[in-house]
């Protein structure tokens, strides 16, 4: 694996990203198209992309925006079916651990869906929601990690 770490800063990149959340999200899982986009899909202060490229390709992708004080949210973590279990998603989670702690935040909140729940617990995260809950029809547990 030759993985490259894209900190997303043209409009180019983040459609590379867009497109590997539509293949995802919207075309695999069916989480409609007007829940996945949202107003933090774009370039500013208030959202931060990353995409993984493998050999010149787009494999991975994830968006971290401010949760709250000191705390970073990771939203929008896909990989691409082919391109999974491979060790990109936890390049790709690890990249927007080390951008959060760059950007001086101390802990990483994520809301994982259940069936991803093992894979974000083997990378230091702990279910701190109650019971699972429904987001875009799938169910999800809120986890949360120490930067």
Do not use: W
Not at 23 to 43: C, G, R, S, T
């Amino acid at each position: 694996m030759a993985a490259e770490i894209v900190h997303v800063t043209s409009e180019e990149q983040l459609r590379l990203g867009l497109d590997i959340r539509k293949k995802v999200f919207v075309e695999e899982q069916k989480v409609p198209a007007d829940l996945e986009i949202d107003e933090y899909d774009v370039i500013g202060d208030n959202a931060h992309h990353i995409v993984i490229m493998d050999e010149g390709l787009p494999v991975a992708t994830g968006r971290l925006i401010y949760y709250k004080a000191g705390t970073a949210k990771m939203q929008r973590i896909a990989v691409l079916k082919e391109y999974r279990s491979k060790g990109y998603g936890r390049v790709l989670l690890l990249a927007m651990e080390e951008l959060a702690r760059d950007l001086g935040l101390e802990f990483s909140v994520l809301d994982s869906q259940c069936q991803a729940e093992e894979f974000y617990s083997r990378l230091g995260y702990e279910v701190i929601s109650p019971e699972p809950f429904y987001d875009a029809g799938i169910l999800h547990v809120r986890m949360q990690k120490a930067l």
